[in-house]
T-cell receptor, first 118, second 113 residues
């Protein structure tokens, strides 16, 4: 059953604590993304990765870190430097191939992780 | 800088009505445009993807059109049902070498039974 999984579904963080959100995909996609969603706002890009061991900052990378050691995994760490981390976090992936029958660059999303600061 | 706007922010219609959702973007140099559906507290579900060389895509009761010159895309939903109630978002990928997407803030649709 192909898709993107995120864990945990709900996460609570204490002040000054680092937390890591998991994202795994078995779609064999090259690119993976992390977005943050706040009420009434669109999705904002935190980090993205087009290939293993490489990633780029998005529009709101401050206070976050990522790694891409395996093609199928792209964990996001919310550090204590992120002053307002309460939000809904979404992971996505897409193929980078072009042409043929593949809907290239179509993004697929995981179910999300809701992070709350206590 | 690419900006994506979706108007209206919210919409209520009676069941059975045909409706159109709008997505506007400021830079016509896009690679593709994707429409998504999001149910409360859930992730996004891809509905339709339109490449820059295409004018429209269809899936069941959904039809998405793209007019790059005017910076607009529309999502047409035929014979709306209460199960169509959700937030609909559009996203554009820029034509440059990066694989970044810019999202609109969405239209919250409620179909009344």
């Amino acid at each position: 059953d192909g898709g993107i999984t995120q864990s945990p579904k709900y996460l609570f963080r204490k002040e000054g604590q680092n937390v890591t959100l998991s994202c795994e995909q078995n779609l064999n996609h090259d690119a993976m993304y992390w977005y943050r969603q706040d009420p009434g706002q669109g999705l904002r890009l935190i980090y993205y990765s087009q290939i293993v061991n490489d990633f780029q900052k998005g529009d709101i990378a401050e206070g976050y870190s990522v790694s891409r050691e395996k093609k199928e995994s792209f964990p996001l760490t919310v550090t204590s430097a992120q002053k307002n981390p309460t939000a809904f976090y979404l992971c996505a992936s897409s193929s980078l191939s072009s042409g043929g029958w593949v809907s290239y660059n179509e993004q697929f999303f995981g179910p999300g992780t809701r992070l709350t600061v206590l | 800088k690419q900006e994506v706007t979706q108007i209206p922010a919210a919409l209520s219609v009676p069941e059975g009505e045909n409706l159109v959702l709008n997505c506007s973007f400021t830079d016509s140099a896009i690679y593709n445009l994707q429409w998504f559906r999001q149910d409360p507290g859930k992730g996004l579900t891809s509905l339709l993807l339109i490449q820059s060389s295409q004018r429209e895509q269809t899936s069941g009761r959904l039809n998405a059109s793209l007019d790059k010159s005017s910076g607009r895309s529309t999502l047409y939903i035929a014979a709306s049902q209460p199960g169509d109630s959700a937030t609909y978002l559009c996203a554009v990928r820029r034509i440059s070498g990066t694989y970044k997407y810019i999202f609109g803030t969405g239209t919250r649709l409620k179909v009344l039974a």
